[in-house]
T-cell receptor, first 115, second 111 residues
Framework: NAGVTQTPKFQVLKTGQSMTLQCAQD?????MYWYRQDPGMGLRLIYY???????DKGEVPNGYNVSRLNKREFSLRLESAAPSQTSVYFC??????????????FGPGTRLTVL | SQQGEEDPQALSIQEGENATMNCSYK?????LQWYRQNSGRGLVHLIL?????REKHSGRLRVTLDTSKKSSSLLITASRAADTASYFC???????????FGPGTRLSVLP
């Protein structure tokens, strides 16, 4: 199993450009998450999807949109990138199956720089 | 605002010593989890403790939870150079969905 995969690994954008970060998991998990991590800080939740077809805002959703394409894939879109969105973005997934006690599995991250 | 806050921000110890990291949080939780992040990598889950548990062990890891003080500690015994990483606590809400991570403790284990 590949676990959680993210593409691309690195990206440089100019202010105002748009892009989509892709995330896929092959563990048949119901829940998926997008976080951003700024230097010296912990992760902040952008959006999450508790199950296929549902998405909810996290702590820092402004400037982002998400799509839960199917059970495996959860994408994050920046419509008009800003320098403040320079960060490392992590996708994670979690098996729920009625339990709230399961851990999250993380992808390797996407390092995004907005000039 | 971040719910979990780790303390200390950075810790440097010699190989073989024990390392203790603390985490405080603000609101009621369903569970608290500890994760490790090696430089430039994603987070890896270490251990989860439920809100009705007080202590949990996993190998060289020992986690305690004091819900009255809204705090948790992670103890790594007999540390190794490979334990050098950042350690984060994360709290899950009552639905187990909205996770909040602290800023982390950077642990350096010197050989």
């Amino acid at each position: 199993n590949a676990g959680v995969t993210q593409t691309p690994k690195f990206q440089v954008l100019k202010t105002g450009q748009s892009m989509t970060l892709q995330c896929a998991q092959d563990m048949n998990h119901n829940s998926m998450y997008w976080y951003r991590q700024d230097p010296g800080m912990g992760l902040r939740l952008i959006y999450y999807s508790a199950s296929e077809g549902t998405t909810d805002k996290g702590e820092v959703p402004n400037g982002y949109n998400v799509s839960r394409l199917n059970k495996r894939e959860f994408s994050l879109r920046l419509e008009s990138a800003a320098p403040s969105q320079t960060s490392v973005y992590f996708c994670a997934s979690r098996r729920t199956s009625g339990s709230s006690y399961n851990e999250q599995f993380f992808g390797p991250g996407t390092r995004l720089t907005v000039l | 605002s971040q719910q979990g806050e780790e303390d200390p921000q950075a810790l440097s110890i010699q190989e073989g010593e024990n390392a203790t990291m603390n985490c405080s949080y603000k609101t009621s939780i369903n569970n608290l989890q500890w994760y490790r992040q090696n430089s430039g990598r994603g987070l890896v889950h270490l251990i989860l403790i439920r809100s009705n548990e007080r202590e949990k062990h996993s190998g060289r890891l020992r986690v305690t939870l004091d819900t009255s003080k809204k705090s948790s500690s992670l103890l790594i015994t007999a540390s190794r150079a490979a334990d050098t990483a950042s350690y984060f606590c994360a709290t899950g809400d009552n639905y187990g969905q909205n996770f909040v991570f602290g800023p982390g403790t950077r642990l350096s284990v010197l050989p």
